[in-house]
Antibody
Framework: QVDLVQSGGGVVQPGTSLRLSCVTS????????MHWVRQAPGKGLEWVAL????????LAASPLKGRLRISRNNSKNTLYLYLNSLTVDDTAVYYC???????????????WGQGTHVTVSS | QSVLTQPPSVSAAPGQRVTISCSGN????????VSWYRHVPGTAPTLLIY???DRVSGIPDRFSGSKSGTSATLDITGLQSGDEGDYYC???????????FGGGTKVTVV
């Protein structure tokens, strides 16, 4: 059974940093590109970033470039998202997601974490 | 605004049909496969359709997807109250080199 369990988040102050984690099980994590997606209150889904299966390549949404780092530990089957210089616009539910198919470059996300709430507020 | 354009809402009576459109351009839908998701607030999104028109195993055949040029469509027939939720199209954008979602369409069964 594929499982993605997220942790991290909560209420954080503007200007600070956060780390979100996504611990996976039930599949060969090291064979999958992984993604982060977020949803701000009252808004739609927004793609955040991806990291290749070997961790060597990353892509991020333009508004977040420079403030975001995505990494993974394939020995721990864990995905991470680091976001710094947080603003109120980063308030959202953040999801980690796995695409359909090993070593696939297709943007079909068929397994998702439960979501973690991040609220940026003073 | 979202790169992909969807109607904000659609509604129909039980048993009826709804069609959700998703409009993009030659960098995204025109060049790549489209997927569709259903999202009920407070839960994780669910992949319904991938590869423009392939249904995920377990998704009823009442759900069907199609693509033509730079637009895609999700059809839901035999609408049921359990189909309510927010529906999103998604694809890759080769010009921006990012994943893109539509703005979402709220489906209401009236």
């Amino acid at each position: 059974q594929v499982d993605l369990v997220q942790s991290g988040g909560g209420v954080v102050q503007p200007g600070t940093s956060l780390r979100l984690s996504c611990v996976t099980s039930g599949f060969a994590f090291s064979n999958y590109t992984m993604h982060w997606v977020r949803q701000a209150p009252g808004k739609g889904l927004e793609w955040v970033a991806l990291i290749s299966d070997d961790g060597r390549n990353m892509l991020a949404a333009s508004p977040l470039k420079g403030r975001l780092r995505i990494s993974r530990n394939n020995s721990k089957n864990t995905l991470y998202l680091y976001l710094n210089s947080l603003t109120v616009d980063d308030t959202a539910v953040y999801y980690c997601a796995r695409p359909r198919g090993e070593r696939s470059l297709k943007f079909y996300l068929d397994s998702w974490g439960q979501g973690t709430h991040v609220t940026v507020s003073s | 605004q979202s790169v992909l354009t969807q109607p904000p809402s659609v509604s129909a009576a039980p048993g009826q049909r709804v069609t959700i459109s998703c409009s993009g351009n030659n960098f995204n839908i025109g060049k790549n496969y489209v997927s569709w998701y259903r999202h009920v607030p407070g839960t994780a999104p669910t992949l319904l359709i991938y590869g423009n028109d392939d249904r995920v195993s377990g998704i009823p055949d009442r759900f069907s997807g199609s693509k033509s040029g730079t637009s895609a469509t999700l059809d839901i027939t035999g609408l049921q109250s359990g189909d309510e939720g927010d529906y999103y199209c998604a694809t890759w954008d080769n010009g921006l080199n990012v994943g893109v979602f539509g703005g979402g369409t709220k489906v209401t069964v009236v």
